[in-house]
């Protein structure tokens, strides 16, 4: 008897593979393997799915891995990829053409996504103009970008300010050019979009609002040379980039004679399904209900319920239909790391609405809540420059709970050590994940944020929340009475604080003795710069001495900074930003000498860069004769104090801040901490130093100093608060002191002092009452330790050349004195600069490659 052939099963076809189109797979598979659906996907790049929200971190170094999907994946849970353009839908016959291939179909999914709109400026043509949607657009504007000096971007909604972000990347002089008053109209309002503008420009981004382009300018060869706007102005241009809005990728559809809407779209209704019973649609190319959205996240919803929907239509599964209702359109989102969020009637639309607002032109934030018109419940809002409580007034808005306090103390920025008064807060707006539904998958077992990713979803959107959930997880698990370890790392059972007073309480003065005492195994990369740093701290001995040189990190290791390209960086320490003419020319002799490029820092620094590592003996040679010291920009230690010329020359000056920068950086150069250290000092409330935006800093007052700690720049800039104010200079000092060296002892491997503050248990007023009023009893112990350290201070690198060792630590070869000949160089702007990887010169092959 001949066995009956098997049923095939039903045949799903998805056109499109961009994020949302592969959630689709994902969700589709999630509930039906290879068995039960059959599962094909029409992909019209040449790679899979990948990251279109973080599109600028491809022209990151290293560039991160962007794909959502691979090959083996899809093939390993049976989904077939045809690479190619859908070409025809023939919903009678229920096929698909792509190529020469014809595939067939129960049911047709269109994820076909959007278009960037080019608007029709006379010129949108010229070699030069990019558009900026996929990373095959990246990397030929990448192409364009060498040899160009400025970029201008037309559009300056989200996707124009990231493409902004992009060509500052790639070293070009850039301008954002925008129709409307201001940047981001869909999202701002006017105040909001000035308070952006205001970041961006400060960041030497061209801001250009309210500007209509009437065409692109090009020479004879038909490149790109510039913009001409209608007011008769206009600007000079290498590459220029259209950000202008997107186009749903409607027309395969429409060839189908699917219904679209008038303005493009594919209308669906709210099961997802189009006008045709077996096909329907998702993400940027959708039209509900006369709307087209264009975040990810209602795609992944869209997604969600076609792929129950679906598998309901063809007999996989059970159950009612689900129904799409429309999206929040509420959007966080960082740009050009200006952090900008987004909720609800964030412009205020609703009828009699209030609205309760704070500027703070200091932060550079801006905060906004639109309330209904008894003012007790939260319709929207904007937040720019500071979106810590997004979440929380997000939760507001979408609940349409009753406002209990003021609503303007719902803007107002949290004191340090302030907790959320919210116990089920929406961390994750993208996948709609609440603090409950996390608290609750960690008390099922989820114990790291990848556990929680796979629980609940949270963290694998547009990755926004992912700082929340490690936040999240470390105080859940200390709730549940879990040991929830801060130790330094697998060879050690201690916090870095547990381990600095092990060392100074039994005298430790070597790695040995810390490592036989109380650690375990032959260390790592971690555990033996971090006790370095400590042994540092506590006896200032030379680090690159036998017992200690081992434990460096390449920086220590050779009291340099090293760079893209295998050379060093040499940064001689001017205190206070203060240098004589003959220490300037001093410099510029090294730099001429060795070839190095020469750039003055924002810390008022002179780095010279590009040193070979065996010339670096000879050139501090050279600079300590000419008086200078090490800058220690290598090390986790002080930097730089930057000053303002103050009362000896600025008009408005009020004290000598000049001097006391000097005399703080002397103090305090080569004291190593758990992270690098800042300071300014600013001679009157103009704040030129920008001294609250370091670890600690100074601003003058007519009645004194006033100090302020916690601050820092970087990926995530925190202002610095103030902890003692009207001092004197030595007053000054003493309250320093005690700062730094209760910070020293107290603080993690790596932590900066404004998140050390934050999280000292009784914050600001603790720390005062530690330093300033000695509830502790430790300052004699403070005072005494930084005493130590200014005894003993020694410059690194006038050690380093009294050691006979050095030339044998300081060369390329370990077996030849001989320097590095394959590193190159390009000359730019009359000095060098690395070779990047498309202009290095081919090394010539063994045995000729002619």
Not at 185 to 197: M, N, V, Y
Request: aromatic share 6%; net charge negative; proline share 5%.
């Amino acid at each position: 008897m001949t066995p009956p052939h098997p049923i095939p099963p039903p045949q799903v076809v998805i056109i499109g593979n961009g994020m949302v189109g592969h959630r689709l797979v994902e969700q589709l598979r999630a509930q039906a393997d290879a068995t039960q659906l059959g599962l094909t996907v029409i992909c019209e790049e040449s790679r899979l799915a990948y990251d279109r929200v973080h599109l600028s971190s491809h022209f990151d170094d290293p560039r991160p891995e962007l794909a959502l999907a691979t090959e083996q994946g899809y093939a390993g849970s049976g989904v077939r990829v045809v690479y190619g353009r859908a070409h025809g839908v023939d919903v009678e016959a229920r096929t698909v053409g792509v190529g020469d291939t014809t595939l067939r179909y129960d049911a047709l999914v269109f994820a076909t996504g959007s278009v960037p709109f080019v608007p029709p400026v006379p010129g949108n043509g010229a070699a030069g103009c990019f558009v900026y949607r996929t990373l095959d657009d990246l990397d030929r504007l990448r192409e364009a970008a060498r040899g160009a000096s400025s970029g201008v971007v037309i559009g300056g909604g989200l996707l124009g300010l990231e493409a902004a972000g992009a060509l500052r990347k790639l070293g070009l002089q850039t301008h954002v050019v925008e129709f409307a008053p201001h940047l981001m109209p869909a999202q701002l309002d006017p105040e909001g979009g000035a308070t952006l503008r205001r970041t961006v420009e400060g960041m030497g981004i061209g801001v250009h609002t309210a500007t209509a382009t009437r065409q692109i300018t090009a020479d004879d060869q038909g490149r790109v040379t510039g913009l001409e706007f209608a007011d008769g102005t206009g600007l000079q241009a290498d590459v220029v980039v259209f950000s202008a809005g997107i186009r749903p990728r409607d027309d395969l559809a429409r060839a189908a004679g699917l219904t679209v809407g008038e303005r493009g779209g594919i209308g669906i209704d709210d099961t997802g399904r189009t006008s045709d019973p077996h096909v329907y649609a998702v993400g940027e190319c959708a039209l509900h209900e006369g709307r087209v959205y264009g975040l990810v996240a209602p795609g992944y919803q869209m997604a969600r319920v076609v792929a129950a929907n679906v598998l309901r239509e063809l007999g996989v599964r059970a159950g009612e239909p689900v129904h799409f209702q429309g999206a929040d359109l509420s959007t966080r989102l960082k740009l050009l790391g200006v952090e900008v969020g987004s909720f609800g009637d964030a412009r205020g639309t609703t009828p009699e609405c209030r609205t309760v607002s704070l500027s703070d032109n200091v932060r550079g934030t801006y905060s906004k809540l639109v309330l209904s018109a008894d003012g007790t419940r939260v319709l929207g809002g904007l937040l720019v420059g500071d979106t810590a409580r997004y979440a929380d007034l997000l939760d507001l808005n979408l609940s349409g709970a009753a406002l209990s306090v003021p609503p303007e103390t719902l803007i107002v920025p949290p004191l340090p050590g302030a907790a959320s008064s919210n116990t089920d807060a929406l961390i994750c707006s993208c996948e709609n994940v609440r603090e409950g539904a996390l608290c609750a998958a960690i008390g099922g077992g989820a114990r790291d944020v990848a556990g929680l990713k796979t629980c609940t979803g949270a963290g694998t959107g547009c990755g926004g929340c992912v700082p929340s959930l490690h936040g999240l997880l470390q105080s859940e698990l200390r709730r549940l009475g879990e040991a929830v370890t801060n130790y330094l790392c697998e060879h050690f059972a201690h916090s870095r604080r547990e381990l600095f007073d092990l060392v100074r309480v039994r005298g430790y003065r070597t790695w040995d003795e810390v490592l036989a005492s109380h650690g375990a195994g032959h260390g790592c990369e971690i555990c033996k710069p971090a006790v370095a740093s400590i042994l540092a701290s506590l006896h200032h001995d030379y680090v690159l001495s036998p017992e200690h040189a081992p434990l460096q990190d390449t920086n220590d290791a050779f009291l340099a900074n090293i760079q893209k390209n295998g050379t060093y960086s040499v940064v001689p320490r001017i205190p206070g930003g203060e240098v004589t003419p003959e220490g300037l020319i001093a410099i510029g002799e090294v730099a001429r000498t060795f070839g190095l490029y020469c750039k003055i820092t924002g810390g008022q620094r002179i780095d010279l860069l590009g040193a070979h590592v065996g010339d670096l003996p000879a050139i501090w040679e050279r600079l300590i004769a000419a008086g200078f010291e090490s800058g220690h920009a290598y090390g986790k230690s002080l930097r730089t104090v930057k000053s303002c010329v103050g009362s000896a020359w600025c008009r408005y000056g009020v004290q000598d801040s000049t001097s006391l920068a000097v005399r703080l950086e002397l103090r305090y150069r080569g004291l190593r901490s758990p992270h690098k250290l800042k300071s300014g000092v600013s001679g009157c409330a103009r704040e030129c130093a920008e001294a609250r935006g370091k670890d600690f800093g100074l601003i003058a007052t007519e009645t004194g100093w006033n100090v302020y700690v916690g601050g820092n720049g970087g990926v995530t800039p925190r202002h610095a608060v103030l902890l003692d104010e009207g001092l004197s200079e030595g007053e000054v000092i003493r309250v320093l002191d005690r700062f730094l060296m209760f910070y020293i002892r107290t603080a993690d491997r790596l932590e900066r002092t404004s998140t050390w503050l934050e999280g000292l248990e009784g914050g600001l007023d603790y720390l005062r009452s530690v330093i300033l009023d000695d509830s502790l009893g430790l300052c004699t112990d403070l005072d005494a330790a930084m005493a130590t350290h200014v005894g003993t201070y020694q410059d690194e690198w006038a050690a380093a050349l009294e050691d006979p060792r050095t030339p044998e630590r300081f060369r390329t070869f370990i077996n030849s004195p001989e320097r590095d000949d394959g590193i190159q160089w390009v000359d730019e702007r009359g000095q060098i600069r690395p070779a990047v990887t498309h202009g290095l010169i081919p090394l010539p092959m063994a045995g000729g490659d002619d």
